[in-house]
């Protein structure tokens, strides 16, 4: 099953010190996959797990599906971004994504900021959180 | 029917919208043709040892990583405080 990618569920299987890290591995077997994500979430993952080979081989193989980008999404990003203080430019992109592939689940592991954040029309993003 | 009879032969599939548009996106995208697109995913899919990509991921939770330097355990130990 497709879904969209933010880095907390990728950093949480790929940590076994993560809180979330079973969790993560749960939820990654039954969305199954491919993901679309973007690089400014691939670049998060790879500084916070230094798993840059790997990340490399899920682009590769079409694991990762990169949908989008600071060029392409610019508009909707910076929207996000000017709405709430909170937001970092990685969640906004995961955003823009949402809004492109509005029926996709968002996996992420931050429900508290991801719960506040609202596409352009208004919705909220179909979570796939940890409770 | 032998592997060789297979190859080479000229084949109608049916995919889903959504994989038409993701073909039809990388097409563009790459300046390529439809069909060479549709061969290097089947041969990308011949060669991912049939794991999903969520198995996948979770398969590599073992696999060496590049050495945290101090500076991104700092950063870690924020991200941590931040989103747990």
């Known amino acids: ?131 | 029917m032998s592997d060789t009879m297979t190859l080479g032969r000229r084949r109608t599939v049916r995919f889903a919208a959504d994989i038409d548009r993701q073909i039809a996106a990388r097409a563009a995208a790459e300046n390529k043709p439809v069909s060479e697109i549709i061969r290097a995913s089947v041969l990308a899919g011949l060669q991912m040892d049939g794991l999903t990509a969520g198995d996948w991921i979770v398969s590599l939770a073992d696999e060496p990583a590049r050495p945290a330097s101090p500076a991104r355990q700092a950063f870690r130990k924020k991200y941590l405080a931040r989103h747990q």
């Open chain 1, 1 to 131: 099953m497709k879904a969209i990618l933010d880095a907390g569920p990728l950093i949480a299987a790929w940590d076994k010190s993560d809180a979330y890290h079973h969790w993560a591995q749960t939820t990654l077997k039954k969305y199954s996959g491919p993901y679309l994500t973007t690089e400014l979430v691939l670049g998060e993952v790879a500084h916070m797990t230094g798993k840059d080979a790997a990340i490399f081989e899920g682009v590769r193989t079409g694991r990762f599906i990169i949908g989008g980008s600071l060029k392409t999404d610019a508009a909707a990003m910076q929207r996000v971004l000017f709405a709430c203080a909170h937001r970092d430019l990685a969640d906004a992109s995961i955003v823009a994504l949402s809004e492109k592939e509005p029926h996709l689940p968002v996996l992420t592991s931050d429900k508290r900021h991801f719960s506040t954040h609202r596409r352009a029309d208004q919705t909220a993003l179909p979570m796939v959180a940890p409770q």
